[in-house]
């Protein structure tokens, strides 16, 4: 799950870059390994529908063996620190890239639950689907862990050079998400903008005090990113 910039992308994905771990599917060899290093800017960070902080820094390493990856992604949030980690493998099935691996997403500072995952995804071609599955979210309030799991696809628009997300949760978490995003590289940074829109019944992320994070409304939102890696 490499990230420069981590987005509702999920994964990730996204010009948030949060996360494509198809960015692996080929990169190294059996025989091979490798390091590497990303920075990154949000001017809002928003990660699958769902706000953080006004503006954040990331920083994040990755290790590649063969099919193999691993790494750490850091960025500062409203109040402390995200940092996450995963790990996983690339692979490929009927001639589809494919992943399967796992991640947690912990805070400090008391600014969210942590969050711990199972991640599957593939390379349609035509779209990129992610799937997380038997997630736990341990609320920061103290009450009990919630289950939960997160869809998303992703697709490229046939008539202007703009991606379509759409994501939802599932489980004891709800809510789901719009996004429209646009990337491009310039000088061998990572130039990117989001569009989004989430609903207003999502129950994901909770304050100190138990409260949703994205109140009762639907919220729309708009993040310009930079990213480098090395």
Do not use: C
Not at 35 to 64: C, H, I, K, L, P
Not at 110 to 123: C, I, S, T, W
Not at 189 to 216: E, F, H, I
């Amino acid at each position: 799950m490499k990230k420069i910039i981590k987005s509702s992308q999920s994964l990730a994905l996204a010009i948030l870059m949060s996360v494509s771990m198809f960015s692996h599917a080929g990169e190294a060899t059996a025989e091979e390994s490798a390091v590497s290093y990303n920075v990154g800017y949000m001017s809002e960070y928003w990660y699958r529908g769902v706000y953080q902080s006004e503006s954040a820094v990331s920083f994040g390493a990755d290790y590649e063996a063969g099919s193999f990856y691993a790494g750490t992604w850091w960025a500062d949030v409203d109040t402390g620190v995200e940092y996450d980690i995963y790990a996983g493998f690339n692979f490929e099935m009927m001639g589809l890239p494919m992943y399967l691996g796992a991640t947690g997403y912990y805070y400090s500072d008391n600014f969210d639950g942590d969050y711990e995952e199972m991640n599957v995804g593939v390379d349609l071609g035509f779209a990129a689907i992610d799937y997380a599955f038997a997630g736990t979210y341990e609320p920061v309030d103290g009450s009990a862990d919630q289950d939960y799991e997160h869809f998303t696809i992703t697709m490229p628009l046939m008539v202007v050079p703009l991606d379509f997300s759409y994501g939802t949760f599932q489980d004891d978490l709800t809510g789901h998400y719009y996004e429209l995003s646009y990337g491009t590289t310039v000088s061998g940074v990572d130039v990117g903008v989001v569009l989004g829109r989430n609903s207003d019944d999502s129950t994901v992320g909770t304050d100190a005090a138990g409260n949703p994070k994205n109140g009762d409304k639907d919220t729309t939102y708009a993040t310009f990113t930079l990213g480098y890696s090395f």
